[in-house]
C-alpha cells in the first residue's frame, strides 16, 4: 500500500521552464525599453550564460549581466529588468493540467503529500504558495533544509523516516532521471518519471512507470494499493 507520494517542484507541478522563458524574456524587453544598447539576443544570450555559470535560481542575475555589458550596474536599467521579469513570473507560474484534482485524489485516499526539491527554501516556498499548494503538503525539503542535492539519498530517507514508512509504500515523482529517479530508487523507493515535464529529450527514464499526464498517477497508486492487499 501507497503511504507517502514525493514530488519534484519544478517541471513536475508546475512547468517551471515556461515561466522562466518567459520572465527572462519580459526582462530583457525592460531592460532595453530602459535604455540598454544590446541586441535583446545577445542579452538573453548572456543571462543564460550566468544561470549556465551561477545556477538557475541565482538572484543576481541581471545585476551581473549589467556589470558584464556595461562595466556598472545601471539601477534604472536593473529595477526595469527586476521589475518586467517579476510581472511576467507571476504570470506564467502555472501547474501543470491535473495537477490540482491529482492531489485532492492522493489525499481523499489518506495518503501523505511531500515535496523534495533542489531549489532554495525561499524560492520553493513562494512557488507553492503563489500557486495556493502550500496546505496540500505535509512536508517540504528543499536544498536549505538538507544541504544536499538529488541524486544524493538524505533527503527521500529524512521523508521516510518523517513518515515512518518503509521505500515499498512510497513512491517519487520527477521529471528528472539522473535526480529524481535514481536518488529515490536506491532506497527502494517507487519511481513515476513525469514525461510530461521532460525539458531534455529523455528516452529510457529507468523509472518503474512514466506518466504522459500526472492523473495516470492515481490509478497506479490504487492498482498498488489493490495489490497489496491481494
Not at 535560481?57 to 529588468?81: N, R, S
Amino acid at each position: 500500500m501507497i503511504k507517502v507520494v514525493i514530488f519534484d517542484l519544478d517541471n513536475t507541478l508546475t512547468d517551471f521552464m515556461r515561466m522562466k522563458e518567459s520572465a527572462v524574456d519580459a526582462a530583457v524587453e525592460g531592460m532595453v525599453d530602459a535604455g540598454l544598447r544590446f541586441p535583446p539576443a545577445a542579452i538573453k544570450e548572456k543571462v543564460y550564460e550566468v544561470y549556465e555559470r551561477e545556477g538557475i535560481e541565482f538572484q543576481g542575475v541581471f545585476d551581473v549581466v549589467l556589470q558584464e555589458l556595461l562595466g556598472e550596474v545601471d539601477h534604472k536599467v536593473l529595477a526595469a529588468g527586476v521589475v518586467a521579469y517579476r510581472k511576467a513570473r507571476e504570470a506564467s507560474l502555472v501547474l501543470y493540467p491535473h495537477v490540482r484534482v491529482t492531489l485532492f485524489e492522493l489525499i481523499k485516499r489518506g495518503i501523505h503529500l511531500a515535496v523534495v526539491s533542489d531549489a532554495p527554501r525561499k524560492e520553493a516556498w513562494l512557488r507553492l504558495c503563489y500557486l495556493q499548494l502550500q496546505h496540500m503538503f505535509d512536508m517540504v525539503l528543499t536544498f536549505d533544509d538538507t544541504g544536499v542535492k538529488k541524486p544524493s539519498p538524505k533527503p527521500f530517507q529524512r521523508v521516510l523516516d518523517h513518515f515512518d514508512v518503509r521505500p515499498e509504500e512510497t513512491i517519487m515523482i520527477g521529471d528528472w532521471p539522473e535526480r529524481d529517479i535514481t536518488g529515490a530508487a536506491r532506497l527502494g523507493i517507487k519511481t513515476a518519471f513525469a514525461r510530461y515535464g521532460d525539458t531534455f529529450g529523455t528516452g529510457e527514464s529507468g523509472a518503474q512507470y512514466d506518466l504522459e499526464d500526472i492523473i495516470e498517477l492515481i490509478e497506479i497508486v490504487d492498482n498498488l494499493s489493490n495489490e497489496s492487499k491481494g
